[in-house]
């Protein structure tokens, strides 16, 4: 298949899906201040229910990747799709415990990863480099608006109807999706890439030092995300509590405040892919991983404080902590020939998402260890403070990246 010049309504039909496919991700998180009573969980098994879900989307990214290179990107779309919305729908309806959330909750996550690597390959074969950090900023921005929309309908329906009815209504999000992806790729070409020959994408990586940096600095960028995703509704609701606020009064507008977050994040990813285009690759990631990083060393600190000064930091927050992922993802298109891409980023996936997985953790424990037992947690500095070390590892490693616009793999 011929490389298009331009982006064309084929790139929004394929935002679509994936923003229904992601409707289901926030739900937890949205409702997590509810759910800690209702299902009797510590900070630490709060946690583990978000890295129950991350380990999953790392196992399946991995596995589906995998696969894309070998029976085509378009097929392995489509099927995770069906396969997303059957557990989505098991999840919604079944999962009213700790030990039901965090099983079906990360079966939710292994349906789910067939749709993330695959629309990154079904752009790299449909748009070429000039274009292709636009494009995939826009693939990365649906997914934030997604999330944006998944905890303020969550918000509103956790006030309203439960946490079980929050769970219904973003788990028909990946049937929408579902049927929007079967829409768009009917009459794709499914295109596997013929083999190269040598010794595999493994020794493939290992030759290219590009390739590597962004796989390292994608994984402090996971760790530094996911868990601050996994727990700022919960942060911003422990504020607006220490404010006074009753307890589902505070998750319902930390879901909505949080979700001003997601927009931000919205907003840097249709833009710095586009920017990178024209700045390059180096220069976008390591402004956005350094501010990012300084978030996270400050933002716990600010529990109680003014709201308007949270939702501002938060904003900037959610826009640097995630801007630099669609140009992290086109980067390494760049940087890996065709052949190998799908196994680059299985390989990419799992230790970036397995990083992710265990931050949310990590952070329970820090938060757990730094707080009375027993108490409403009302220091948070700390835990915010370990995702930041992801974020110098992504600033330190992207260092290296060359100064050129773009990072191919012909340079190596």
């Known amino acids: 298949m011929k490389a298009r010049a331009q982006l064309d309504l084929w790139l929004p039909g394929i935002c679509a899906s994936r923003f229904f496919m992601n409707m289901i991700h926030m739900a937890y998180a949205a ?16 946690g583990s229910v978000a890295t129950g879900f991350q380990v999953g989307y790392a196992v399946s990214l991995l596995g589906f990747s995998w696969l894309a290179d070998r029976v085509g990107a378009r097929r392995i779309f489509l099927t995770s799709g069906v396969l997303s919305t059957i557990a989505a729908l098991g999840f919604a309806l079944f999962a009213r415990s700790y030990a039901s959330g965090l099983v079906l909750f990360t079966l939710t996550a292994l349906a789910q990863g067939g749709t993330y690597t695959t629309a990154i390959m079904l752009i790299s074969d449909r748009y070429r480099s000039q274009h292709r950090g636009a494009a995939m900023g826009w693939l990365i921005a649906a997914s934030s608006l997604s999330h944006a929309a998944s905890l303020l309908v969550t918000g509103a329906v956790l006030s309203r109807g439960g946490y079980q009815a929050a769970f219904l209504v973003t788990a028909a999000g990946p049937l929408a999706g579902m049927l929007i992806g079967w829409s768009v790729l009917r009459g794709a070409t499914n295109v596997i890439h013929p083999s190269e020959g040598g010794s595999g994408a493994g020794a493939e990586l290992l030759r290219n030092p590009h390739a590597t940096r962004l796989i390292v600095s994608y994984t402090g960028h996971s760790w530094e995300l996911l868990g601050m995703w996994a727990w700022a509704p919960a942060f911003v609701a422990a504020s607006l509590a220490v404010s006074g606020a009753m307890t589902l009064r505070a998750a319902e507008l930390g879901a909505y405040l949080s979700a001003s977050f997601h927009l931000m994040g919205w907003v840097a990813s249709s833009s710095m892919g586009h920017l990178s285009d024209k700045l390059g690759r180096r220069t976008v990631i390591l402004a956005l991983a350094a501010i990012s990083a300084a978030c996270s060393f400050s933002f716990g600190w600010l529990v109680g404080g003014p709201l308007l000064v949270i939702a501002v930091v ?52 820090v938060l757990d260890a730094t707080n009375p037992a027993g108490a409403p947690a009302s220091g948070w500095g700390w835990a915010f403070a370990v995702l930041g070390i992801g974020g110098l590892a992504a600033v330190l490693t992207a260092w290296g990246l060359p100064r050129t616009r773009r990072v191919s793999f012909r340079e190596v």
């Open 31 to 46: 409702c997590l201040p509810v759910l800690r009573g209702a299902w009797g969980m510590s900070a630490a098994q709060a």
């Open 314 to 365: 938060g904003a900037v927050y959610g826009f640097t902590a995630l801007g630099d992922s669609p140009v992290l993802s086109v980067a390494l298109t760049e940087a890996v020939r065709p052949a190998y891409l799908g196994s680059a980023l299985a390989i990419r996936s799992f230790v970036g998402f397995g990083a992710g997985a265990i931050s949310p953790v990590v952070f329970g424990l």
